[in-house]
C-alpha cells in the first residue's frame, strides 16, 4: 500500500474508531462564533506543552479574572503578575504572559492586516503570525485550520510519531514537508484535515503512546512499519 492509500485508510479506520469529544479539545472547544480570532489563538498558546485540561482551565481562569473580557486590551491593561498568576496551571507562565502580551501588541497594531487575514493563503497567514514571539508553526497551523478554515495541516508529538511509526514519513521530515504532502494528499479537504488532526491526536492519547503503545489493541497494526519490526524482534 503507498504512502497516500495508507493515509487515507488510516482516517477512514480512525473515525469508525472515535468520537472525539470536545471538552478534550482546546480548538474544538473555542470553535464558537462567540469566540473572537484573538481569544482563539490565546487557547491554542495556553495549550503548547500541556494538556487541554490544564489549558481550557487557565483559559477559564484568565477569563473570570478579567472580569470576562478577553481581548488585546484587557490583557494589556492587567499587571504582569496577575496575568501569570491567572494562567500558572498551564505551566510556563512567564513565557506564555510574555507571548500574550506579544499578541495583544500584535492585534493593536495590525488591525488592517488582521481585517484582511481570511482572504490571505495559509503560507501568508503563518509568515505573520509565526513573527509573533511565542508562536511557533503548530500554534499558527491550529488557528489557520480550525478557525479560518483554510487548507494546513497542523502537527503534534502524537501525530508526528504516529505517521513516522506508520512509515508514511521519516522522523527526520520536516514540518513544513510534513504538513504540504498531508494537505495534497487530501487536496485541500479541509474537513478530513480538521477530522485527521484530531483523530490522530485522540489514537496518539489512548493507544499509540511514546511509551509502551498497545500494538496488539491497535487496529493500524497491520499498516504498521514498527509493529511489524516489534513482531520479528520478538520472533
Known amino acids: 500500500m503507498t504512502s497516500v492509500n495508507t493515509i487515507v485508510e488510516v482516517l477512514k479506520r480512525l ?7 470536545v471538552e478534550d479539545y482546546i480548538a474544538l472547544n473555542l470553535l464558537k462564533p462567540s469566540v473572537s480570532d484573538f481569544e482563539f ?19 477559564n481562569a484568565l477569563r473570570n479574572g478579567l472580569g470576562g473580557i478577553l481581548n488585546p486590551d484587557s490583557i494589556l491593561s ?14 510556563l507562565a512567564k513565557r506564555r504572559t510574555k507571548t500574550l502580551i506579544a499578541l495583544a501588541n500584535w492585534f493593536k497594531e495590525n488591525n488592517e492586516v488582521i481585517q484582511k487575514l481570511r482572504e490571505l493563503e495559509p503560507k501568508e497567514i503563518r509568515e505573520l ?35 513516522s511509526r506508520l512509515g508514511i514519513f521519516s522522523t527526520t521530515d520536516g514540518y513544513e514537508y510534513i504538513s504540504s504532502v498531508v494537505v495534497s494528499i487530501f487536496n485541500n479537504n479541509i474537513d478530513s484535515l480538521k477530522k485527521l488532526h484530531i483523530l490522530l491526536i485522540e489514537h ?8 509502551k503503545p498497545l500494538c496488539t489493541q491497535c487496529l493500524l497494526n497491520d499498516l504498521c512499519h514498527y509493529y511489524t519490526a516489534v513482531k520479528q524482534g520478538s520472533q
Open 15 to 21: 473515525e469508525t474508531l472515535y468520537r472525539p469529544k
Open 41 to 59: 489563538l490565546v487557547g491554542v498558546i495556553l495549550s503548547q506543552n500541556t494538556s487541554d485540561k490544564n489549558a481550557l482551565k487557565s483559559l
Open 78 to 91: 492587567t499587571p504582569l503578575e496577575k496575568l501569570e498568576s491567572l494562567i500558572k496551571s498551564a505551566g
Open 129 to 163: 503570525l509565526t513573527k509573533i514571539y511565542g508562536i511557533g508553526l503548530k500554534t499558527a497551523d491550529v488557528y489557520i485550520l480550525m478557525k479560518l478554515n483554510k487548507p494546513t495541516f497542523p502537527i503534534d508529538t502524537h501525530i508526528r510519531r504516529i505517521l
Open 204 to 211: 496518539g492519547r489512548k493507544v499509540c503512546k511514546a511509551k
